[in-house]
């Protein structure tokens, strides 16, 4: 049995987790950054890297106390190379290689992706390969036919905008506060879906992408015109989103013929609007529906963790030189899509 050290540190949430290839978490310790960035609407690059310089050491500290183990006798250590804002990735990354040539352990370099995408396997055992993916975040928003550790086929991604984006800019928008998501979601359960028209980008198109800029922008002008509660239009909103969302991986379904089941992962799969309609999806098609408990779907550590020991398993570790990255693809041979603004 491998146990590994994990680091996550790629956007406002610092994290480190000591998980074990028998899928049991040890210890989960996480510091999040929502004061800090709350006046701001949003999360500040610099206050964010910040944050993690100072507090990520003391968590490994604290992490390793929890689970009553040494630095000695962790077999690996995984932390998040990409892709997220670069300071912060950086800053868990070098920390991430300081430990492991200190103790003489083999470097994990972990897609930040690849961690939501391999999360749902810590939370399920059953979950065998190959499954549909639909990965939403607050950075991305792609269906993915996962193939096994490190073989992904991405089907669909992002033209423009990720749907968590665009849950923050409406909260934004709004005066909701900050974090977007769960903002939203609250204002929305009070609301009226159907109150204040929206569209449905790319809705029963042929080409299997998705786009959610022009519904930020569709927000932003019903809310400007005014006489609409901010409920409603969060209610409105949220439901366009999940018609989307539906609607895209409907599609993604029929070009997974051998999928086994359908999985959602990332921050937006904590919506309970989302899950649901989800679930149904899956039920219609035939498919079970896998998706991680709720503190598996935001950043943590404990999905960098278990995507090191999968890819520790496969005998797959990483050079003391390998570079951070803003940009890093699951599918780096994926053909290119139209749209500036990609999250590939």
């Known amino acids: 049995m491998a146990l590994i050290l994990g680091l996550e540190s ?24 929502e004061e800090a960035h709350a006046p701001f609407g949003g999360v ?8 993690h310089v100072e507090i990520l050491t003391p968590l490994v500290e604290a992490a390793l106390a929890q689970a009553g183990v040494t630095l000695a006798e962790v077999d690996a250590i995984a932390a998040t190379a990409g892709p997220g804002l670069i300071g912060g990735v950086m ?31 810590l939370a399920d055992p059953e979950l065998a390969f190959p499954y549909l993916l639909l990965l939403v975040s607050g ?7 996962v193939e096994g550790v490190g073989a992904y086929r991405r089907l669909a991604t992002t033209i423009d905008d990720a749907a968590g984006e665009a849950f ?12 977007g998501g769960p903002a939203v979601e609250r204002a929305a359960a009070l609301g009226d879906p159907r109150a204040v028209p929206l569209p449905r980008p790319l809705k029963g198109a042929a080409e299997p992408h998705f786009s959610f800029a022009g519904l930020k922008s569709a927000v932003a002008r019903a809310w400007d015109a005014g006489g609409v509660s901010a409920e409603d239009l969060a209610a409105s909103f949220q439901a366009a989103v999940v018609e989307c969302l539906i609607d895209r991986t409907a599609r ?28 149904d999806l899956a039920t219609g098609h035939g498919l079970r529906f896998v998706a991680p408990p709720l503190w598996l779907c935001t950043d ?17 570790t990483d050079p003391l030189d ?23």
């Open 252 to 279: 993604a379904i029929g070009a997974a013929p051998g999928a086994t089941a359908l999985v959602v992962a990332g921050g937006v799969a904590a919506n309970q609007a989302v899950r649901g309609a989800l679930t």
């Open 91 to 121: 800053v868990g990354l070098v920390t991430g290689k300081a430990l492991a040539h200190a103790a003489g352990k083999p470097l994990i370099a972990v897609n930040h992706l690849e961690g939501h995408a391999l999360s749902p396997r």
């Open 322 to 344: 390998t570079p951070a990255r803003a940009r890093w693809p699951l599918d780096p041979g994926a053909e290119a899509v139209r749209g500036a603004g990609v999250k590939a």
């Open 300 to 316: 943590n550590a404990a999905m960098i963790a278990w995507a090191g020991a999968e890819r520790f398993a496969a005998g797959l």
């Open 10 to 33: 790629s956007c406002d949430e610092t994290a480190a987790a000591l998980v074990s290839s028998a899928r049991e978490v040890l210890a989960h310790k996480l510091a999040g950054q």
């Open 44 to 51: 500040v690059p610099e206050i964010a890297a910040r944050a």
């Open 139 to 145: 950075g991305h928003c792609q269906l993915l036919l």
């Open 168 to 179: 923050d800019k409406t909260a934004k928008i709004l005066g909701l506060g900050f974090p």
